[in-house]
């Protein structure tokens, strides 16, 4: 799921390469316009406000770290402060 800027040819041809379905709504000056399901395009706004939370720590949204396994770790330690603040 994206939103209108990462609707491109080749970005669609590389998700239905990986076997998946892209669900991106197309531009308005797009002359093949390709079907979505616009219910599960809906859902894409829960999956934007779980970034928009991760990115609450400033060392998710500015990537401080160098290394792509130390960033990977700490963004799992956001997704679990962002779990524990619903759960408690």
């Known amino acids: 799921m994206g939103d209108k800027g990462y609707d491109s040819d080749t970005l669609r041809g590389q998700i239905e390469d990986a076997g998946l379905e892209p669900i991106i709504p197309f531009r308005k000056n797009r002359k ?39 960033f990977a770790g700490f963004l799992t330690l956001a997704a679990i402060k962002a779990w524990l603040k619903i759960i408690c």
């Not at 093949?32 to 406000?49: L, T």
């Not at 779980?50 to 400033?58: A, T």
């Open 32 to 70: 093949n316009r390709p079907e979505i399901d616009r219910d599960r395009y809906k859902e894409r706004n829960i999956v934007e406000r779980f970034i928009g939370k991760l990115k609450e720590n400033r060392r998710v949204a500015t990537r401080y770290d160098k290394k792509a396994t130390h």
